[in-house]
């Protein structure tokens, strides 16, 4: 498969803060790419560098084929692009809003008519088109923000956090939106901080203070980045045990799961041990992307 964002050490610093720090990066034609991290990891700021909106401090880039540095003005033409605080004109209808992205997008005046509609049926907002954006609930609103920043048909589309904010339902939705537009050959690099989301990414690259942790396959990021033998522990008071399970010889790492915790052993036999010092039976569990994510920010 064709690369279509190749980056090269690519580097944002802010004063003397480095957001985003030598990220190297292949994303391929036709993928759905998931970009995971802590809040603050430079998530945000590595993709604002690669819809040219903001200049990197160093470090290169293609995108779609152009040079990152020289060529922004046509990366900036031929992408979507949704930022984590999307803008809707409140006061005009879905419709208008999609007009006017329309406009923007320099989507051709004859087309303009047919697109908005494609937009409409796309984004599930049939019914809705005079509706003005003010009355309109999140789930509808980030549908509408997705019909916009991708009227103009981009075959490369970046959505910030696209999913924040709105119902599990709605998030089901959108996500199933994205799914479609990739099935049609569209590149769709996204962030979340939802687990269920990055399962459905082909690759996750997972970023904390600014740097590349790991970027793979859901799969093989469970295989890889959990080794050991992952147990879950039902101690009735896992917040304060926490630290005393981990202190233990041959625990990797133990971590909060909702009330029960997760214990990475170094071996399986240590299993027994666990149960003696606890008083309870670990149960073996294979890892979740939450697993690989929670190690991943502590490392
Ligand atoms: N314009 C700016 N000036 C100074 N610092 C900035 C600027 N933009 C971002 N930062 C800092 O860079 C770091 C990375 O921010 P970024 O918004 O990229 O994180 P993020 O991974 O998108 O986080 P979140 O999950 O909260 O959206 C943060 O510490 C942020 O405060
Ligand atoms: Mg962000």
């Known amino acids: 498969m064709e690369d279509i964002i190749v980056t090269h050490d690519l580097t944002r610093s802010f004063g003397k803060f480095v957001a985003v720090s030598k990220l190297n990066l292949n994303i391929r034609c036709g993928e759905i790419y998931g970009f995971l991290g802590p809040n603050g990891a430079g998530k945000s700021t590595a993709i604002r560098m690669l819809c040219g909106i903001l200049q990197p401090t160093s470090g290169t880039a293609q995108v779609l084929g152009y040079d990152l540095l020289n060529e922004t003005e046509k990366i900036k033409r031929k992408i979507g692009y949704m930022s984590q605080k999307f803008s809707l004109y409140d006061d005009l209808s879905v419709e208008e809003n999609l007009e006017f992205y329309a406009g923007v997008y320099e989507v051709p005046l004859k087309e ?3 697109r908005v509609a494609e937009m409409i049926e796309m984004a599930n907002l049939t019914g809705r088109e005079k509706e003005v954006v003010a009355n309109l609930s999140g789930g509808w609103k980030q549908r509408l923000a997705l019909g916009c920043a991708i009227i103009s048909r981009p075959s490369l589309v970046f959505l910030d956090e696209p999913t924040s ?3 599990p339902t709605s998030r ?3 996500f199933n939106i994205i799914q ?7 590149t769709v690099m996204v962030t979340t901080h939802f687990m269920d989301e990055a399962e459905r990414c082909n690759r996750i690259a997972f970023i904390s203070g600014g740097r590349l942790m790991a970027t793979d396959t859901p799969d093989n990021l469970k295989k890889n980045i959990i080794r050991g033998y992952l147990v879950e522990l039902a101690v009735p008071d896992a917040l304060e045990q926490v630290g005393r399970i981990e202190a233990l010889p041959y625990v990797s790492e ?3 799961h909702g009330p029960l915790l ?3 052993l170094e071996h399986e036999s240590n299993a027994a041990d666990l149960r003696t ?13 939450e697993d690989v994510f929670v190690t991943l920010a502590k490392s």
Do not use: Y
């Not at 479609?180 to 569209?186: D, Q, T």
């Open 180 to 186: 479609g537009l990739a099935n049609n050959g569209v």
């Open 165 to 167: 904010g709105v119902s």
């Open 112 to 114: 303009s008519k047919s």
């Open 277 to 289: 010092v606890t008083g309870v039976e670990p149960k073996m569990i294979t890892p979740s992307l």
């Open 262 to 264: 997760h214990v990475l």
């Open 254 to 256: 133990c971590n909060i």
């Open 172 to 174: 089901r939705m959108f």
